[in-house]
């Protein structure tokens, strides 16, 4: 009793005081593999030209991190930098040709009005000396980071055609600890990993983080009350509301793409269905009705039918059914098991955890050509999502000595790990994307 | 954003102090409950094969563990006597309560896992009920992957991961 009291104690403490020393806690990102076509890219350090102190942020180096990162690009290392222009006149392009960069990117920081920060970017074609694109980007000092992505972003857009997705969240979980004194957080954090921080700490499992379309609340499941729980939590009020607790099973809560319904399986009538909740009325609708274990709701970008994981064919498979009820289809049949659909692109591609004996890994199914892409080359990997603009999957791995995420191309060509520097990580969602 | 974070902090204290303090007062029910149970045993202990403190001394009661093969529910024959046991226990005390804990490995999707512990569960669960016990005795909770005792990644592992414990909340 007295030793359960003194853990009650210590754990109002660490909630307390554990806040800001957490928020140190972040991932780190290793490259584990390159992709051979990439674009080489100079991206020049963006000098400081303002009268205060320079900011602690190397907006340049934030830039040329987040394309390599993206498998697309092969940035020219900052140590073979030679030439260091701020601006369109101080460029020699034959420096960089001799250096075979097709790309190169500068800019300058300097001092915007009430104490911002003020980045102004161009990025131009190295043969031609054609400039692609330029602007400006400001924000507060402590924003430094989110300016850096936005103007990544531009940059990947410019080139790739493709809307950039680094100046993105991410959401997962963290389980630090031995058992039974695990300590599981629910984490916010920006698409490189940097800026953690906590939403929730539970001394139990949290599970299944979901993004609300516009970004601003993560619906989740707890085991806090002894059973899996609903809630969903406004990220900027902190404001939690507990949506489903029935006997039972409730869990994978999935926004729909107007967030104003929230997907989610319930077995309280015996066993796990999937049920459509209004979020205003908290009326709920019964989408599936069978004796299978139905699962993991993800909805089509229409908002018009769902996908769910099944076993109603003997092992779990993924389901196509009408966001109203009715007859399910089945849309997987590659694979003995296939499971958590994510899906990309218009609904044309989906990633699922597929298994084969002890082997579980990330596929991507291409709807148009039927073809599936291995992405990820793990034992036990798991919780496949995609990046709002499809480029990326993030996923975890289990089968290492502990969890990490990985987040790997659309192609399965070039991936990076997410390594937490004590304890697990699981359960990946990557948020949607932020508006200016 | 500072008092953000801060109404956040205080929202986790909040639900984590109660969720503690939920769990703190069930610890001090139990732990209590010899001097009750005593009471209750003396005033009005049902006839039968056990008496409440055979929980702690009988050899079979005592087995509250139900271990499953891989993607299966099916109850294996060497837990039949468990199961028999803990059927007339529940029988013969009607107002004991157990909890059904259905866990699986780490396998796989965890919210199918989610779904297998479940079905583990209600197996445990219809075995009670067909050897006599009520089904308003047992309540099934399934914890799926999130709650191995082995952190291991190979069969050995994996085969003590596949459960279902049998957890007395009233005895």
């Known amino acids: 009793m007295q030793t359960r009291f003194f853990q009650i104690v210590f754990l109002s403490l660490a909630l307390c005081f554990g806040f800001r020393e957490v928020s140190a806690q972040g991932l780190t990102i290793d490259i584990t593999n390159g992709n051979p076509s990439a674009l080489p890219v100079a991206v020049v350090p963006f000098a400081y030209q303002g009268s205060s102190t320079p900011p602690d942020t190397d907006i340049g180096e934030i830039v040329r991190a987040d394309l390599a990162r993206s498998g697309k690009f092969k940035t020219l290392p900052k140590q073979d930098v030679v030439e260091f222009p701020t601006r369109e006149s101080e460029v020699r392009f034959p420096t960089w040709k001799l250096l075979k960069q097709d790309y190169l990117v500068i800019g300058r920081v300097s001092d915007g009005a009430d104490g911002t920060l003020r980045a102004e970017y161009e990025a131009f074609l190295v043969g031609s000396g054609q400039r692609l694109v330029g602007g400006v980007i400001s924000g507060q000092r402590s924003a430094a980071r989110d300016i850096a992505h936005q103007i990544a972003d531009v940059v990947y857009e410019k080139i790739t055609g493709v809307r950039g997705a680094f100046w993105t969240r991410i959401a997962y979980v963290t389980a630090v600890g031995v058992s039974p004194r695990i300590q599981y957080q629910l984490m916010v954090a920006d698409s490189d990993g940097y800026n953690p921080q906590t939403l929730v700490r539970s001394a139990e499992s949290l599970m299944s983080p979901s993004w609300s379309p516009d970004g601003t609340k993560l619906a989740y499941v707890s085991f806090e009350s002894g059973n899996s729980a609903i809630y969903v939590q406004d990220l900027t009020t902190g404001q939690r509301q507990l949506v489903s607790s029935n006997r039972g099973i409730n869990s994978g809560p999935a926004f729909s793409p107007d967030g104003r319904k929230l997907a989610m399986t319930l077995s309280f009538a015996g066993n796990p269905d999937i049920y459509v909740m209004d979020l205003a009325s908290k009326s709920r609708t019964q989408i599936t009705k069978h004796y299978a274990i139905d699962v993991e709701s993800a909805w089509m970008p229409d908002g018009q039918s769902l996908l769910f994981t099944s076993d109603r064919s003997g092992k779990p498979q993924i389901y196509e059914v009408s966001a109203s009820g009715g007859e399910a289809r089945r849309i997987s049949f590659t694979g003995q098991y296939n499971a958590r659909a994510s899906i990309c692109c218009e609904g044309k591609q989906i990633a699922m955890v597929q298994g084969s004996g002890n082997v579980y890994r990330i596929a991507v199914l291409d709807r148009g050509t039927g073809q599936y892409t291995q992405i990820s080359p793990g034992n036990q990997d798991e919780s496949p999502s995609f990046a709002p603009n499809g480029s990326m999957v993030l996923y975890a791995s289990s089968g290492e000595s502990r969890g990490v995420l990985y987040s790997a191309s659309a192609d399965g060509r070039v991936r990076q790990r997410l390594v937490l520097a004590d304890g697990d990580v699981r359960e990946p969602a990557w948020g949607p994307f932020r508006q200016r | ?171």
């Open chain 2, 1 to 171: 954003m500072n008092s953000t974070l801060r109404i956040i902090a205080l929202a986790a204290i909040v639900v984590a102090a109660s969720a503690c303090a939920k769990k703190a007062q069930v610890k001090e029910t139990m732990d209590t409950s010899p001097r009750t149970e005593t009471t209750t045993t003396e005033r009005s202990d049902p006839a039968g094969r056990y008496s409440r403190g055979d929980l702690d001394t009988d050899a079979c009661l005592r087995q509250r563990v139900v271990y499953f093969d891989f993607d299966s529910t099916a109850i294996r024959s060497e837990f039949q006597s468990q199961i028999a046991c803990h059927a007339e226990y529940l029988r013969q005390f009607s107002d004991a309560r157990v909890s059904l804990e259905g866990n699986t490995d780490e396998r796989g999707s965890r919210e199918y896992n989610l779904g297998l512990g479940e079905r583990r569960g209600n197996a445990v669960q219809s075995a009670l009920s067909a050897a006599g016990a009520s089904s308003s005795q047992q309540n099934v909770v399934s914890y799926g992957e999130e709650r191995p005792v082995d952190r291991g990644h190979s069969e050995s592992a994996w085969g003590k991961n596949r459960r279902v414990e049998i957890v007395y909340s009233s005895r």
